[in-house]
């Protein structure tokens, strides 16, 4: 087959899946399919349950952004280290490069949210007004109230799906069981329900009603994997060579099909497991399956393409149909250009190296950063309200804010202190500190030796326990 270069993917080619616009999935069944949700359950399940997993009285995963504090697994990170995030999302991005240089639009095809979620609704839509074939019945036939009836119950379970993902997925923002709590007492603030509300919306309008739309107009991964694809890049491939010319089961010798045959003929024919005349017609039967299966509504046989988002569907339907006519599957496969060309076609190639060494290497860094950040985080500033006052006793004085946010010590005392012995603090010299905790504490320092002090003076803080002390500079001002 003449593939097509990888640097020329065509955007589009022809949607031939699309009746009235709309594109009834068909759901099948099969290895990819079988793979697909595997890795799709899984990642609900995560989505679903971690949310309700706590950790030393934390959340296990939470981005408490009113606390300044993100929780992680049992690691507690401040604003400080939203770098470590930033790292990650970057290896994120470059494994997302190795995958598609390896194997095209796999992420799309089987972890993509957007593509899970519509998954799910598509399932729904397939419990609810039964399969793609009664589907497109039913829209034909218009609204009766038996139709109008199913329609309600989907759109009433894609919205409790909708609504339930919304809660999730603000549950990692807000803890979720106060979400759970307000609820059930019916005392959600109105900016919680607005952003239920959203989120709620949001889920519902992609994955129920514009679906392959984001991934065809929205989403920017398909308008660049171009640049990462190379002639070994495993891609969704129909075997024209093999495939062609186009022929029904029991078709005579050399006819080619046409193109508007109906599926359920074609369906029928398989059971009958008719055995096959010897023909120079190629191995596809051009039953559409492939068309009807695929998400995005594309005809794989007509060339690589743009929508293709590389789930699979369409090998399995096709592995089916084959297996069922007795010919050998892998009409449609994963396979490479060079793999087509000459059989030969390396996986691991320099390019890839260089995206896992790129992966090892960030991670690594981020590690050792992480390994090498404060257990303790100090922040003093200086009150604003007067530059400088003096006391009772006539001293000059200066007041100070200090917030003290606990990263990684266990419960400890730490000892608060001015380096310079000119000037004495009062405040609490002593404070209790736990894990995860952030306190602000005020203190004022003065001095008996205002006389000869230049405007600005230096001071440092010190805050120390048995192991370490950790400084914190601010400034001393004076009259001129
Ligand atoms: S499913 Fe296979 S046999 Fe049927 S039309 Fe597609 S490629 Fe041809
Ligand atoms: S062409 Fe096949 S692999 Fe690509 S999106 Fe459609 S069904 Fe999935």
Known sequence: MQQIPAKQIPVQIHN????????????????????????SGSMMLMFFGTAWINLDGHQIVLFDFFSRRIHLFGLQL???????????????????????????????????????????????????????????????????????????????????????????FIGYFVPIREIATDILNAEMSLEMFSWILIFALLTYVNAGLTREKVCLHMCPYARFQSVMFDEDTRVVSYNSDRGEPRAKPGAKPGTQSS?????????????????????????????HLCVHVCPTGIDIRHGLQADCIACGACIDVCDQVMTKLKRPTGLIR????????????????????G???????????LGWEFSQREALIVDISKDR???????????LCNDYQMIIENLAIISDTLNISVEDKRFILFGSDKIKTKQG????????????????????????????NAEKTWRAQSTFIAPR
């Open 78 to 168: 401040s604003p400080q280290d939203l770098f470590l995030l930033a790292g990650f999302m970057i290896v994120g991005a470059v494994l997302l490069f190795a995958m598609a240089m390896a194997y095209s639009r796999i992420w799309c095809g089987f972890a993509c949210p957007q593509s899970i979620w519509s998954w799910i609704f598509i399932r729904i839509e397939d419990m609810t007004e039964g399969s793609r074939n009664k589907r497109i019945k039913r829209d034909m036939q218009g609204l009766n109230i038996g139709n109008l009836l199913r329609r309600i119950i989907k759109h009433s379970l894609w919205l409790v799906v909708a609504t339930a993902t919304a809660i999730t």
């Open 385 to 395: 309200q007067f530059l400088y006052q003096h006391n009772s006793q006539g001293q």
């Open 259 to 287: 193109t508007t045959a109906s599926t359920s003929t074609i369906t029928k024919s398989f059971t009958t497991t008719e055995t096959i005349a010897e023909t120079k017609s190629g191995d596809c039967v051009d039953c």
């Open 355 to 365: 995206y896992l060494a790129a992966i090892l290497l960030i991670s690594g860094y």
């Open 334 to 353: 994963f396979i490479s250009a060079n793999q087509e060309a000459d059989n030969k076609s390396a996986l691991i190639r320099p390019r890839l190296i």
């Open 16 to 39: 031939p899946g699309q009746k009235n616009g709309k594109i009834y999935v068909r759901l099948t069944s099969g290895l990819f399919q079988n793979l697909r949700r595997l890795i």
């Open 437 to 464: 905790q952030r306190e602000e504490y005020r203190y004022r320092i003065c001095t008996e030796h205002a006389t000869g002090l230049p405007p600005r003076t230096d001071l440092q803080f010190l805050i120390s």
